[in-house]
């Protein structure tokens, strides 16, 4: 589903369900600006990890279900917006975890806000949903991963405001897996803290942020083109490495878990190259050219680090596609 088009829906629903995929966020283009355009973020949705929402018409708003709180809030900014409160019984099935790098604030205030969008035939499109949530401040990442899936770039944003555009997006090979290691124990930065943050980061060197574009540019999406995991692997952890360092005074070092640090480190002096943070963690990932290495490693780790409390992983590929979306139409009475 593009982000700039309205696709026509039937003019009464009785009911919309919603599942869309976490996603990665895979570092940084450009946190200079110079250009006029700050951030530009890479990002990949994946397979196994969701949000799932159904919304049937009510007589009153209603919500049940995880995050309650945060999803009558979306519903009443977007009814706001529209001049109406949305009479709609809102059911939060499953969830994305929050605070761990995966996108969850996005991709449940998406789906809420696109099934509300559909059931009261209100015409916006996938982006001004998300500007009316207040999501995508800084990164289009979720946005990318609710309307497309795979493999994506953003552009940043731009002076006048809004959600960063997609610029590029492919699907990821599909052979490839990532190792996702989880901290139980531990959240990422987020709300005034990760606020905070940014404003007291020193500033970006210039040469450094056109160094990455160069990489995305060069680097990183040729591999993706062409299955090269070897490639994409080296780009992307040198990404990694430049942001995670420019990171590491707000989070405590190049990862946010000390616990998921020791086993991404382990793995680099294994040769593993394609190593990072998903945004402020404390979720770490891997890069793998099949299911077999991944595997392999994912065994390792658990037999290297079994005594660390809270450490956990999972294997998952890349999401093929955006949200699914079910319209139920009105039956006539």
Known sequence: ????????????LDAVAVETPARLHMGFVDLHGGLGRRFGSLGLA????????????????????PE?????????????????????????????????????????????????????????????????????????????????????VDGGKGPEGGVPPVVAQDAFPEPWRVLLVFDKAGQGLHGEAEQEAFRSLPPFPEAEAAHLARL?????LPAVKEWDIHGFGQGLGELQAV?????????????????????????????????????????????????????????????????RTGLQTAIVGGARSGARIREFPREDP
Not at 1 to 12: G, Q
């Open 243 to 307: 942001i995670g360092d420019h990171f590491a005074p707000a989070q405590g070092g190049r990862f946010t878990s000390p616990r998921v640090a020791e086993v991404m480190e382990w793995l680099q002096r294994q040769g593993v190259a394609g190593v990072g943070q998903s945004s402020w963690g404390p979720t770490g990932f891997a890069v793998f050219g099949d299911a077999r290495q991944a595997a392999r490693y994912q065994q390792a780790v658990h037999d290297r680090f079994r005594e």
């Open 216 to 220: 995305v540019l060069m680097r990183i």
């Open 1 to 12: 589903m593009d982000p700039e088009v309205t696709l026509e829906t039937p003019a009464a």
């Open 46 to 65: 994946i397979g196994g990890i969701a949000t799932r929402v159904q919304e049937d018409r009510a007589p009153s708003l209603a919500v049940e279900g």
């Open 68 to 152: 309650a709180e945060r999803v009558n809030r979306v519903a009443r900014e977007l009814g706001s917006a529209m001049g109406e409160v949305p009479r709609a019984r809102i059911r939060v099935e499953k969830t994305i975890p929050p605070h761990v790098g995966l996108g969850s604030g996005t991709q449940l205030a998406l789906a809420v806000g696109e099934a509300l969008n559909r059931l009261f035939d209100w015409g916006l499109t996938a982006a001004e949903v998300a500007g009316i949530a207040d999501r995508g401040a800084r990164s289009g990442t979720g946005l990318g991963a609710f309307c497309n899936g795979g493999f994506f």
